[in-house]
T-cell receptor
Framework: DQQVKQNSPSLSVQEGRISILNCDYTNSMFDYFLWYKKYPAEGPTFLISISSIKDKNEDGRFTVFLNKSAKHLSLHIVPSQPGDSAVYFCAATATPNTPLVFGKGTRLSVIA | SQTIHQWPATLVQPVGSPLSLECTVEGTSNPNLYWYRQAAGRGLQLLFYSVGIGQISSEVPQNLSASRPQDRQFILSSKKLLLSDSGFYLC?????????????FGEGSWLTVV
């Protein structure tokens, strides 16, 4: 049973436009959420996180929104750049010492 | 600053051969350590995690094993590889942050079992 779901395996966006990557979760105990970016044959790199006490966290071009009642979070990238093309993983955890649970990832392609 | 290294970066192994992937973390003490695997269509699958020396939790039953002989060393092993073991293996460690933990990954090891 997947506790973290990324239902869109891929997404294509034009350069300069907004990219919106979505993530749903089923475990109501999750209280900390993260997004990772991964290029082929490299380890994922941490992008941005959000605690359940917030509904929005912004870092430059990246903003994560959390809707606890819907058990949904999204990552917005504005404006999208070709270098943003990568696989994005959503992850969640319930307590600081429990392992992160990852979604299957969404491959973002930003077209120039 | 903290760094994580894993090796080898790539390897091609025949079915039935043993495996040893090694990971070390520098610049921190008593980290939580993890082994993940990225296989096609399956995202990032947690294989093992460790909260201390000699303490290993297995998430997925399979022919792989993990060991933590030292505080900052984590080893992934197999006695006999299967074709299905092919994938991209990632070591990771946790830094506790406000409200939760952020996990940091190594460079990855690409294993092809032939």
């Amino acid at each position: 049973d997947q506790q973290v779901k990324q239902n869109s395996p891929s997404l294509s966006v034009q350069e300069g436009r907004i990219s919106i990557l979505n993530c749903d979760y089923t475990n109501s105990m999750f209280d900390y959420f993260l997004w990772y970016k991964k290029y082929p044959a490299e380890g994922p790199t941490f992008l941005i996180s959000i605690s359940s006490i917030k509904d929005k966290n912004e870092d430059g071009r990246f903003t994560v929104f959390l809707n606890k009642s819907a058990k949904h979070l999204s990552l917005h990238i504005v404006p999208s750049q070709p270098g943003d093309s990568a696989v994005y993983f959503c992850a969640a955890t319930a307590t600081p010492n429990t392992p992160l649970v990852f979604g299957k990832g969404t491959r973002l392609s930003v077209i120039a | 600053s903290q760094t994580i290294h894993q090796w080898p970066a790539t390897l091609v192994q025949p079915v039935g051969s043993p495996l040893s992937l090694e990971c070390t973390v520098e610049g921190t003490s008593n980290p939580n350590l993890y082994w993940y695997r990225q296989a096609a269509g399956r995202g990032l699958q947690l294989l093992f995690y460790s909260v201390g020396i000699g303490q290993i939790s297995s998430e997925v039953p399979q022919n792989l094993s993990a060991s933590r002989p030292q505080d900052r060393q984590f080893i992934l092993s197999s006695k006999k590889l299967l074709l299905s073991d092919s994938g991209f293996y990632l070591c990771a460690w946790t830094r506790l942050g406000v409200g939760g933990n952020t996990i940091y990954f190594g460079e990855g090891s690409w294993l092809t079992v032939v």
